[in-house]
């Protein structure tokens, strides 16, 4: 069992009458080898470090490692906790958890790059914060992971998760896709629902350069993690409200692409343009090579 494209997906899905996530559990088992038992409980440990790096940075902030971020997740924790979160209260807490997550992969620790270190806060902050809301088990985010782990199969094999080859629409781009399939089924979505969530949440984010300052995944990173989770959970609500997007899936996959070529390479990870080029991020950059 396998499958090269959304459409190919979808009709596995309708074949084996299935979710997205089961399918790419089955996919997975059949391809390794591997028991179902044993991929769920890797899957498991996978989420356990997502949750782990998101408490870790609300009880103990520590600074990153160019010292750019650092506690920001507590400082979100703190307003939502004092006043009236002008997002809403799951709304901040999936910006901020996802922030948290980016300053723990800043600071060296331990996180799951889903799909990569730099995108590392989207999943782990949409979930956890509708987990929080809703009362979900650990198994169903587990399943919801294997939907989402799809979604980044299909990007990967047919264009690109790299920020240096596609900008960070790569990047948090594909993780705020993954996150809006995954949370529309875990809210009961049908299969094609799921496609069209993850499809607006890459079309929400097209183009989006990379410009990290002084070339570390710190800022402007972080906030677009916080980004890529409210942008995935609005995705996943729309599809759930019945809202389809207009453009399909695996169009929207080659368009990230295309796109992605036609980003001047300063805008793709080199840390030569964008907010990296302005002057406050040259100031930045000079001091920490001062310091190092």
Known sequence: MDF???????KLCEEERCTIGEVMLRRETRISGTGRDVLLSAMERSYSVMKDAVKKALDSPAPSMGGLIGGEAAKMRARRESGRPVCGTLMSKAAGYAMGVTEVNASMG????APTAGSSGVIPGAF??????????DSAMVMALFNAAAVGYLIMRNATVSGAQGGCQAEVGS????????????????????????????????????????GLVE??????????????MICAEMALS????????????????????????????TALGGIAASPTGCRLCATLKKSS
């Open 4 to 10: 090269r494209s959304g459409e190919e997906l979808l």
């Open 128 to 137: 956890m914060a509708v987990q929080e809301e809703f009362s979900l088990s």
């Open 110 to 113: 331990l996180i799951v790059a």
């Open 219 to 232: 800022a402007p990173c972080q906030k677009r993690n916080a980004l890529g989770a409210s942008n995935a």
């Open 175 to 214: 993780a705020s896709a993954m996150a809006a399939s995954a949370l529309a089924e875990l809210m009961g979505a049908e299969p094609a629902a799921c496609l069209s969530a993850a499809s607006s949440a890459l079309a929400n984010l097209l183009g989006l350069i990379c410009d990290p300052i002084a």
């Open 242 to 269: 019945g809202i389809t997007e207009i453009v399909p899936f695996d169009e929207m996959v080659d368009t990230m692409n295309q796109v992605g070529q036609r980003i001047p390479v300063e805008l793709r990870e």
